[in-house]
């Protein structure tokens, strides 16, 4: 009987030991979670413009002759436009069968030639080519172009418009608590959020022009009143501490 008695008491002596550290583990921790958003707008002063060549042959050799020789004159247009080598870059080259098709549209095992495709980017740090440089690989043959517009000073920006955010996050926080009574500490969780990048009213941030050996801009399109808005989002956890009077 004094054994079994013992027992019982040791386990709840156990049970006592193991419930306080559970139950401080259950207490809910004083904190505040906010976000902070911030943009920066600034004028473009460069701009990607990255020109699709594709050509189409019975063989995979004359596909790829023929594109050779658009894709030559358009990069003869770097000494015309005095764009350094290394602004230039080949960003994507691919070689695809094209099948026939039967009565019903379907694809068949048969090969009716090849498509090859080449994609090259072109970094243009005057702005004032822009109009030109496109006008002339679509006359050379391109088929599609990409516009990009960015700053040179793109990661200077987004750097400033991250810490910015974060101000806006701990002002945030700041404001709350002291509203309801408290004030914040240290931050125990930051999450870097998202970065965009994206052009503002007046301009022309990025966009796909197909060729056809014309104008492709038209007179409609103006990038000079244009500015580039950089975007972050930061999110922060303070802890909170109740504010003495």
Known sequence: MRTRLSLVVMLLFVLVLFERPIRGEDMPQRSIRVTGDAEIKVEPDEVIVTVNIS???KTAQKAKASNDM???EILGLTEVF???SENVKTTSIKLSPVYKLDNHCD???EVAGFDFDVGISFLLKDLSQLRPFVDHVTKAGATSVDVD????RQKEHMVEARLQAARAARAKAETLAKELGMKIGAASLIGAGSLS???GSGGVGGGRFLGGGHDVFGEQLSYADGELVIEARVSVMFDLE????
């Open 55 to 57: 050509t189409h042959a």
């Open 70 to 72: 658009v894709t030559g």
């Open 82 to 84: 005095k764009i350094a």
């Open 107 to 109: 694809e068949t095992h």
């Open 149 to 152: 517009f960015r700053s040179s």
């Open 197 to 199: 990048n994206v052009l």
């Open 242 to 245: 109740v504010a003495s009077k």
